[in-house]
C-alpha cells in the first residue's frame, strides 16, 4: 500500500516505520506523500487508536530532508515544497487519535521536524536531535522554528537554530523535548507500553484534550474557549455516563468512543 512505509496494526496501535535505511530515512516526495495518505488512515480506520512513527535500521530515525531533491528548486518551487511539508505535519499535530515518535536515531533536520509534529516524543539513548539547515544555508521549512520554540523555549531554540548543533537524548530530555530516554532495545516496548494505557481512556475525550492543547499555540483560537467547549461536548457522550457511572461503582469503564 505504501511505497516508504511499513506499517503494523496490533492491539489498536498502528506502527508506522520510514523504510529508506539506506538513505537514513530521508524524508522525499514519496515519504510525504505515504504521510499523508497514513495520517488520514489514523483518522479514518476505527480499529486504529493510536500511532507511532520511527525509522527503519539502527541509526536513523530521519535524518533530515532528501538534500538531492532540492537540486534546482527555485524560489516558488521551495515555498510550495516547504507549504507541504508544513500542512501534512499539521494534519499529524491535529489528529483526534495520539501520534508519538519513537527517536531511535537521528533525527535532523525534517526528521527533528517530525518528530516535534507528533504529540510527544520517546527518544532511544542513541537518538540526536537538530536543525542544522544553516549549514545548507537554510532556515527549518517544515514548522521547526515554531514548535522547537514552543517545546524548550526561545533561548535555547534559537541557540539549536543559528549553530545548527545537535543534542543528545539526555539534553533533549532536559529542555522537555522528549518524554522519556530508554535502552534503543526497549524503545517500541516503552512506546506500547504507553499508548496501550493511554487506549484505555475515552478516545473523544481524547481527542478533545489534544484539540484544546493545539489551540495553545493557535492565534486564531481562544484556548480556554476551546476547553469549555470541549467539556462541553464530553458531557453529550456516551463515554461521559459510562465513565462517571464506572467510577461510582468503582469498577473499570468501557469506552466505546461515542
Known amino acids: 500500500m505504501y511505497q516508504t512505509l511499513l506499517t503494523e496494526l496490533v492491539n489498536g496501535i498502528l506502527t508506522i516505520t520510514i523504510n529508506r535505511p539506506d538513505k537514513l530515512n530521508a524524508l522525499n516526495k514519496d515519504v510525504f506523500t505515504d504521510l499523508e495518505a497514513v495520517v488520514d488512515e489514523i483518522k479514518n480506520n476505527a480499529a486504529i487508536q493510536s500511532a507511532i512513527i520511527t525509522g527503519a535500521g539502527s541509526k536513523a530515525f530521519v535524518a533530515g530532508a532528501d538534500i538531492s531533491e532540492f537540486e534546482g528548486l527555485g524560489k516558488n518551487a521551495a515555498t510550495e515544497l516547504a507549504k507541504r511539508g508544513q500542512d501534512i505535519f499539521l494534519k499529524i499535530e491535529h489528529s483526534p487519535k495520539p501520534v508519538i515518535a519513537a527517536v531511535n536515531g537521528f533525527a535532523l533536520g525534517g526528521g527533528c521536524e517530525l518528530a516535534m509534529a507528533c504529540h510527544f516524543r520517546i527518544a532511544a539513548e542513541n537518538a540526536r536531535f ?4 544553516v549549514n545548507l544555508g537554510l532556515t527549518p521549512g517544515y514548522g521547526g522554528t515554531q514548535r522547537l520554540t514552543q517545546l524548550i523555549g526561545k533561548g535555547r531554540a534559537i541557540e539549536l537554530l543559528i549553530s545548527g548543533k545537535m543534542i543528545d537524548a ?5 529542555y522537555g523535548l522528549v518524554n ?3 535502552p534503543a532495545s526497549e524503545l517500541l516496548n ?3 507500553e504507553v499508548l496501550s494505557n493511554i487506549n484505555t481512556k475515552a478516545p473523544l475525550a481524547i481527542a478533545a484534550c489534544i484539540r484544546a492543547a493545539n489551540a495553545v499555540y493557535d492565534e486564531t483560537q481562544n484556548g480556554y474557549k476551546t476547553e469549555i467547549e ?7 457522550t456516551d463515554d461521559m455516563k459510562e465513565g462517571t457511572k464506572a467510577f461510582l461503582e468503582k469498577r473499570i469503564p468501557k469506552f466505546i468512543g461515542k
Not at 170 to 174: E, G, K
Open 180 to 182: 522519556y530516554v530508554v
Open 130 to 133: 537538530g536543525q542544522p539547515e
Open 170 to 174: 539526555n539534553a533533549a530530555l532536559q
Open 230 to 236: 470541549a467539556f462541553g461536548e464530553c458531557f453529550g
Open 190 to 192: 516503552k512506546a506500547n
